[in-house]
Structures are given as C-alpha cells and as structure tokens.
C-alpha cells in the first residue's frame, strides 16, 4: 500500500508539474499533445506489457519499470531546468508511462503470489484508497509548490519519491521474485493466446 500511495502521489504531482511546464513552455496544446503522447504509449505498451510480465521475473520486471520511470523524471529535471523544455517533456510522458505499464502488471502478478485469495478484495479496496489519496495529495501538493517555489523543487520532490519507491521495491518485494508462469515466444503470438 506505502508503494501504491507514494507511486499515485508522483503520478498526481506529475499531472501538475507537467501540465504547468508545458502551458508555459509552449500552450495548453502542448499539455494535450503531452496527455496524447503518454496516453497512446500507454495503449500501446500495454499489450507488450502483458505478456513479458508472464514470460519473466516479475521482481525483474518492476525494477526495469520503476528504471524507466527515474529515467524520465531525469528528462523532467531536464526539462524544468532547461531553455527549451518540449522534447524532454515528451521524453518523460513515454519513459514513464512504459514504466509506469510495466509496474502494473508485474504488481499484480506479486500481489496474487503474495496474499491469499480470500484476502485480495480487502486488498484490492485498501489499494485502491490509497491511490486516490496519492492523486489527492500529489495534484494537491504540486499545485502548492507550483504557487510557492520554482518548478524544479516538485520535480525533486518526485524524484525523492521514485527512490522511496526503488527502496520499497527491494526491501519487500524480493521475496516474491518468481520464476515465468509461460515460455518465452513471439509477442503477438502470446497477446493472441491470452
């Protein structure tokens, strides 16, 4: 749940800052194309996704995705402090969403290894609320810092959180590193199976 609520409060911080460096960087077009952009990687990632995170360590896999996620908060750093922020917003909105898409599935998969059937619903609810209260403090947080300080310390602030989550990550997942639940073959293929 701590890596849940920490992961959803950089995702709400992410919706602001980015949104806010891009309006004034270039316009409100700009911050569609951004949402555009993330969101089509997104769709598109996730049929890949899926089927690596059956074909692999899913402790593996979670490491690579939070990677990918530092990855493009280091493009956001970038582009908070940079003359000419376009090309590294677009940067972060495709690193992190794959990573942000990798970590999905392979949670699950952990959280299915890791908790009882009959408890998963009670789960399922506990992290639920959590991702919300991260959205809620990370919009909330971003907006404020945003008023009071330059854009950078927000983007520092999701930095700091992505290592909390790096660190969540070793501490408590390791023990659920599991081997592939399907042999390794052609991607569309496996997407087809299901």
């Known amino acids: 749940m701590a890596f849940s609520m920490a992961s959803f409060t950089t995702i709400g911080l ?12 270039g316009s409100v077009f700009l911050v569609g194309q951004l949402f ?16 690596v995170t059956d074909r692999k360590n899913r402790l593996l896999i979670i490491r690579q995705g939070q990677s990918l996620r530092i990855l493009g908060v280091c493009a956001l750093v970038v582009a908070a402090l940079g003359s000419s922020a376009t090309p590294w917003l677009f940067a972060y909105a495709v690193l992190f969403l794959l990573g942000t898409v990798l970590n999905a599935g392979a949670l699950d998969g952990i959280v299915q290894l890791a908790v009882d059937e ?3 619903m ?3 609810i506990r992290v639920s609320i959590c991702r919300q209260l991260g959205i809620l403090c990370g919009t909330g947080l971003g907006g404020v810092l945003l008023h009071h300080l330059p854009a950078i310390w ?4 999701m930095a700091v959180l992505m290592m909390v989550q790096f660190a969540i990550i070793n501490l408590f997942f390791a023990d659920y590193q599991n081997a592939p639940s399907k042999p390794p073959g052609d991607i569309i293929s496996a997407w087809r199976e299901g």
């Open 14 to 25: 992410s919706l602001v800052v980015t949104s806010w460096i891009a309006a004034v960087e």
């Open 36 to 51: 555009f952009a993330s969101s089509t990687t997104a769709f598109v990632f996730s049929i890949y996704a899926g089927v």
């Open 118 to 120: 009959h408890l998963r």
């Open 122 to 124: 009670k789960l399922a």
């Open 154 to 157: 927000p983007v520092l602030l």
